[in-house]
């Protein structure tokens, strides 16, 4: 699998300096794993640096309990001329429990940028 295909994944513990006064993710701390995942999945597709235009929607499913693991999964749903757009994922687990469930999910607007910070075009899918 190329990485014009490939999902950009990883996992994180919630630590209490992540917590709410509920116990559970901080919203923002969530924003903030959610465009890293998209950012570092755009910035794979793209072959160099992203920034983010727009994050278009998150969805707040259920809280995540300090303890929990939350696994992010990032794909690049579109590709313009440098501009894409990122589906992130993030699927809460109790370890040792077969209790997954997708906490939250987002859409993220991501552009190619060159050294200057202007938008770069984007390469076709195997390009080389």
Do not use: C, W
């Amino acid at each position: 699998m190329s990485l014009d295909q490939a999902e950009t994944r990883f996992a994180e513990i919630v630590f209490p300096e992540q917590a709410n006064h509920y116990g559970t993710l901080f919203g923002g701390t969530a924003l903030n794993l959610m465009s890293k995942a998209a950012a570092i999945a755009a910035a794979r597709r793209a072959g160099g640096s992203v920034v983010m235009a727009r994050s278009d929607r998150v969805d707040f499913h259920m809280p995540v309990a300090v303890g929990q693991l939350v696994e992010l999964v990032a794909r690049v749903e579109r590709v313009g001329r440098s501009s894409m757009t990122v589906s992130v994922e993030v699927v809460a687990e109790t370890l040792g429990k077969k209790d997954r469930k997708v906490a939250m999910r987002g859409s993220f607007e991501m552009v190619a940028v060159d050294e200057n910070g202007r938008p770069l075009a984007i390469a076709p899918p195997n390009a080389e």
